[in-house]
């Protein structure tokens, strides 16, 4: 995943683009863990969709199987 824009961050956190800089400058770890956690939320709502096709998909196949029986 690629990190997220400043405009992106600046906008999410409420701080301008200079104290974006600073951080990655000044405080690596702090800059790292925002970056770090966006690329995970990211990572997690990729994943939430796939699990919801697969509910969608699941849900139509019990429709299938009940329209049989019936």
Known sequence: ???PSLRKLE????VNKTT???WKKSRPKLYEF?????KD??????HLESMIKQKELIEEDIDITKNRIN
């Open 11 to 14: 906008v999410d956190l409420n």
């Open 41 to 46: 939320k990211a990572i997690l709502k990729k």
């Open 1 to 3: 995943m690629t990190a």
């Open 34 to 38: 925002i970056i770090e956690s966006y």
């Open 20 to 22: 974006l800089h600073n």
